[in-house]
Nanobody
């Protein structure tokens, strides 16, 4: 089993920044993909960004140039630096890890951007 614990969400004004962290514990394998997804009220969960264990990254078009995903393999932790936040970024952000034995999710952290 894998446990994911997110932190770093909160309330910020438009144009501001936040940094999310997600620490994984349990049966973590060397080869995996870690990522961030978000779900706004009344909408489906959507991809924000992913990063492989080789640090290859992928971003949704809506966050390219504003968000940066990174990871520390020694700490089994993934980060999401969010800059120039917009009200439409308001959502619950979920951490995810995908490895050969399954797909695991954190409990989510709320990010609210005021205009």
């Amino acid at each position: 089993q894998v446990q994911l614990v997110e932190s770093g969400g909160g309330l910020v004004q438009a144009g501001g920044s936040l940094r999310l962290s997600c620490a994984a514990s349990g049966s973590i394998f060397i080869i995996n993909i870690m990522g961030w997804y978000r779900q706004a009220p009344g909408k489906q969960r959507e991809l924000v960004a992913t990063i492989t264990s080789a640090s290859d990254t992928n971003y949704s078009d809506s966050v390219k140039g504003r968000f940066a995903i990174s990871r520390d393999n020694a700490k089994s932790t993934v980060y999401l630096q969010m800059n120039n936040l917009k009200p439409e970024d308001t959502a619950v952000y979920y951490c995810n890890i995908r490895q050969f034995n399954g797909d695991y999710w954190g409990q989510g952290t709320q990010v609210t951007v005021s205009s």
